[in-house]
C-alpha cells in the first residue's frame, strides 16, 4: 500500500484533516503527518500521533539519527497538503525549508497535492496568485479552494474543500501517476448538466442530464494536473474538489461562459446538454389554467449551437474540442453512421458518443463511448465508471495537444 505524507499548515481548518487522515488510514495508507509548527496551535500533536499510529514531528532537529527531513519525503508515494496556507504555498513556491514539511517537499519526488484554505482576499492576492502558479507550473497539484462560509462571519472563495473530497483529488492522483500528469500547466474547460429555458417564474423546459459524466471529466483532468473549470447547469451531484466551478441556468447563459472561457483554454469539452430550444417569449407571472379549458400554446425557438460557435471561433488550433452525441439507432443509420454525420457537422476535434437507446448514460454512474476523432480514429471506451471515460477522453486530448 503506497505511503503518504499529510503536511498540515496553520490554518483553522487543520481540524478537517483530522478526518481526511482517517479516510487515508482506513483505506490502508501509511500516512505521516507532519504539521507545521503554527498549525500546532490548532491540533496538537497527540492528535495526529493517535490517528496515524506514529510518532509526529514539526521540526528537523528531533529524531537527527533517523535524517527525517530527507528520509520522509523520499519515501513518500503522494504528498498531500491540507490546509494549505498562504504562507506555506510562499514557502513551497520559493524553495524555504525552515522546518520539517518545507524539507520533506523539497527532497519529495512523488505528486504532490496542496489543498489551500484562506480567506478569499489572501487567495486572490497577487503574491498567492503567483505562488499557486509557479507551483502549478512544477507540476504541483494545488486544487481550487471551496466556496463558502470562512471562519468569521464572512463567505467566500477560500474554503478547504470536503475531507472526502480531497481524498477523492488523492485516490486519483495516486491512480494515475503512470499518465505522466500530462495536463499540467493546461487549463480545461468542461460544460456539465442540462440547461432549462424558462417558461414562466416556475416552469421549465430541461433534461435527464446529471452533470456525472462532465464532473467525472473534471476530477480526472484534475488528478493529471490540469486546472479545471467546469461550467455547470443545474448539476444534480457534488462538484469534485479542486475545479473552478460558474454555474449556469439557460443554454444563453453556457453560451457566454463557454465563449469567454475558450479564449484562453487548452480544451474544451461540452459535455452538457444545452437546450436545442426555448420558449419564445417568456412570460412575468405564472400562466394559470384557463376557465374555457382551453391550454396554453408554447412556441419554442431554436438556441444557438454552442459547440459550432466554439469551432467556427477559435484561434488557431487551440482549444482542442470535444462535443458529445447522446444518440440512438434508427431503420435510416446506426448509431455511429448518426454520430460520423454530426462529428462532421459540428466540426469539433472529437466526439464522444454515447449510445442512449434504452435510457441508458443518463444519470447512470458508469458509462461505455465510442470516440470518432475528426482525424478518423475510433475508439471503444468499455462499459465502466464515468472516471474511466473521463480518463480516455483525455488521453485524446493530450494527444491532440501535443501535436
Ligand atoms: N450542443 C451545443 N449547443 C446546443 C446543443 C448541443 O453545444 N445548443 C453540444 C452538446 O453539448 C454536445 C453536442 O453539441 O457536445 C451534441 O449534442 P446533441 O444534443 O447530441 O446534438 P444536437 O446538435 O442537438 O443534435 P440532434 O439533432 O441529434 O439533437
Given at each position: ?6 503536511g ?7 481540524y478537517k484533516s ?12 501509511d500516512?505521516?503527518v ?5 498549525s ?16 509526529v ?12 527531513h530527507?528520509r520522509?519525503g523520499?519515501?513518500?508515494d503522494?504528498?498531500?497538503v ?10 513551497a ?11 520533506t ?15 478569499t482576499e489572501?487567495w ?5 496568485q ?12 494545488v ?12 463567505t467566500?472563495k ?5 475531507p ?6 488523492a485516490?486519483?492522483v495516486l ?14 474547460v ?12 416556475v416552469?421549465?423546459?430541461g433534461?435527464?442530464?446529471s452533470?456525472k ?10 488528478a493529471?494536473?490540469?486546472?479545471v473549470?467546469v ?20 443554454t444563453?447563459?453556457l ?7 475558450a479564449t484562453?483554454?487548452?480544451a474544451?469539452i461540452m459535455?452538457?446538454a ?10 412575468d407571472?405564472k400562466?394559470?389554467k384557463?376557465?374555457?379549458g ?9 438556441n444557438?449551437?454552442i459547440?459550432?460557435?466554439?469551432v467556427?471561433?477559435r ?5 482542442v474540442?470535444?462535443?458529445f452525441?447522446a444518440e ?12 460520423r ?6 466540426g ?9 437507446g ?12 465510442v ?8 475508439d ?13 477522453i ?6 491532440r495537444?501535443d501535436?
Amino acid at each position: 500500500m503506497s505511503s503518504i505524507v499529510l503536511g498540515v499548515a496553520g490554518g483553522i481548518a487543520s481540524y478537517k484533516s483530522a478526518e481526511l487522515l482517517r479516510l487515508f488510514t482506513e483505506s490502508g495508507y501509511d500516512v505521516t503527518v507532519v504539521p507545521t509548527r503554527s498549525s500546532l496551535n490548532f491540533v496538537g500533536a497527540a492528535t495526529w500521533e493517535a490517528l496515524s499510529g506514529k510518532p509526529v514531528q514539526a521540526d528537523v532537529f528531533e529524531h537527527v539519527d533517523e535524517v527525517p527531513h530527507v528520509r520522509i519525503g523520499k519515501g513518500a508515494d503522494l504528498v498531500v497538503v491540507a490546509p494549505a496556507t498562504a504562507n506555506i504555498i510562499a514557502k513551497a513556491a520559493h524553495g524555504l525549508a525552515d522546518d520539517l514539511l518545507t524539507n520533506t517537499l523539497l527532497t519529495a519526488r512523488c505528486p504532490v497535492v496542496f489543498a489551500p484554505a484562506m480567506h478569499t482576499e489572501m487567495w486572490e492576492h497577487p503574491a498567492t496568485q503567483a505562488n499557486v502558479a509557479t507551483l502549478r507550473a512544477r507540476g504541483v497539484i494545488v486544487i481550487e479552494p471551496a466556496v463558502g462560509r470562512l471562519t468569521g462571519a464572512d463567505t467566500g472563495k477560500g474554503r478547504l474543500p470536503d475531507p472526502a473530497q480531497i481524498y477523492a483529488v488523492a485516490l486519483n492522483v495516486l491512480d494515475g501517476t503512470d499518465r505522466a500528469r500530462d495536463l499540467v500547466g493546461r487549463h480545461i474547460v468542461v460544460s456539465a448538466g442540462g440547461t432549462r429555458e424558462f417558461l414562466d417564474p416556475v416552469r421549465f423546459l430541461g433534461n435527464r442530464s446529471s452533470g456525472k459524466q462532465g464532473f467525472a471529466i473534471a476530477e480526472a483532468a484534475i488528478a493529471r494536473g490540469a486546472r479545471v473549470t467546469v461550467v455547470a447547469a443545474n448539476v444534480t451531484v457534488e462538484p469534485p474538489a479542486g475545479i473552478d466551478l460558474v454555474r449556469v441556468v439557460s443554454t444563453e447563459d453556457l453560451r457566454q461562459q463557454m465563449l469567454a472561457l475558450a479564449t484562453e483554454a487548452d480544451a474544451v469539452i461540452m459535455a452538457a446538454a444545452p437546450a436545442d430550444f426555448r420558449p419564445a417569449s417568456y412570460v412575468d407571472a405564472k400562466i394559470k389554467k384557463r376557465a374555457d379549458g382551453q391550454t396554453p400554446q408554447i412556441h419554442l425557438v431554436e438556441n444557438p449551437d454552442i459547440l459550432v460557435e466554439l469551432v467556427a471561433t477559435r484561434a488557431h488550433k487551440l482549444p482542442v474540442i470535444v462535443g458529445f452525441a447522446a444518440e440512438t439507432g434508427d431503420e435510416t443509420a446506426s448509431v455511429l453512421d448518426h454520430a460520423r454525420a454530426k462529428l462532421e457537422r459540428k466540426g469539433c476535434d472529437l466526439l464522444v458518443v454515447n449510445d442512449v437507446g434504452s435510457g441508458r448514460a443518463f444519470d447512470q454512474s458508469d458509462n461505455e463511448a465510442v470516440l470518432l476523432g475528426a482525424d478518423g480514429s475510433v475508439d471503444h471506451v468499455p462499459f465502466g465508471p464515468k472516471i474511466a471515460l473521463g480518463h480516455a477522453i483525455l488521453d485524446a486530448v493530450a494527444q491532440r495537444l501535443d501535436r
